[in-house]
């Protein structure tokens, strides 16, 4: 079955410091991979997407991800946070069923950012 | 308007009230979702509509009824709820078919109910 792990859950970084958020997914094919962001009250924006071709991504806001088949990750990156990118992230993995394509969605990580 | 739109955005309802969610959407799509969001758990898929028709009921309680009366239009019929269905509930919308172009999902900002 799919299946999206985001180990953790709460992640507190400073100001300007680098940022990495861990994914990774069960799923028989070649996988259709997305990051989204929420912030307090708002819905799920999306942040980039991987279907193929270059591993590495790159998304709004300055965020990149890369896709690692072997070790089925989809980790997102950021190479320096600012106090704006706290919010709840979320991964996810696209796969057909029936009539339509479903996202199934990591439980997410909330992203604390100190001044 | 652009992209995904829901009313109300707060919505405080007794247990034996009916009320409706409304979320439409302007981006030309022909799928469109309901997900319940709750404190500590993962995204629930509820319903799925594509090209009218509801192609997913994720043994959703019938208290709840969706409703699509076109694909621009997507309602969440309430009633006689539990308090335990106090969500954040969010509506998407996508193309329909077609992996690549139909997978990616865009979102409204969500309805806050809280069921007294």
């Known amino acids: 079955a799919q299946s999206v792990t985001q180990p953790d859950i709460h992640i507190t970084v400073s100001e300007g410091a680098s940022l990495e958020l861990r994914c990774n997914y069960s799923?028989?094919?070649?996988?259709?991979l997305f990051w989204y962001v929420q912030s307090p009250g708002q819905g799920l924006q999306l942040l980039l997407k991987y279907f193929s071709g270059d591993t590495l991504v790159q998304g709004i806001k300055g965020f990149e991800a890369e896709f690692k088949r072997s070790q089925s990750s989809f980790n997102l990156r950021k190479p320096s946070v600012h106090w704006s990118d706290a919010a709840e992230y979320f991964c996810?993995?696209?796969?057909?069923?029936?009539?339509?394509?479903?996202?199934?969605f990591g439980a997410g990580t909330r992203l604390a950012v100190h001044p | 308007e652009t992209g995904v739109t829901q009313t109300p955005r707060h919505l405080v309802m007794g247990m034996t009230n009916k009320k409706s969610l409304k979320c439409e959407q302007h981006l030309g799509h022909n799928a469109m979702y309901w997900y319940k969001q709750s404190a500590k758990k993962p995204l629930e898929l509820m319903f799925v509509?594509?090209?009218?028709?509801?192609?997913e009921n994720n043994s959703v309680p019938s208290r709840f009824s969706p409703e699509c009366p076109n694909s621009s239009h997507l309602f969440l019929h309430l009633h006689t709820l539990q308090p335990e269905d106090s969500a954040l509930y969010l509506c998407?919308?996508?193309?329909?078919?077609?992996?690549?172009?139909?997978?990616?999902?865009?979102f409204g900002p969500g309805t806050r109910l809280t069921v007294l």
């Open positions: 998407a919308s996508s193309l329909s078919g077609g992996l690549a172009g139909g997978i990616e999902q865009f």
């Open positions: 509509y594509s090209l009218e028709e509801r192609v």
């Open positions: 996810a993995v696209g796969a057909p069923s029936g009539g339509y394509n479903k996202l199934i």
């Open positions: 799923y028989g094919a070649t996988p259709y």
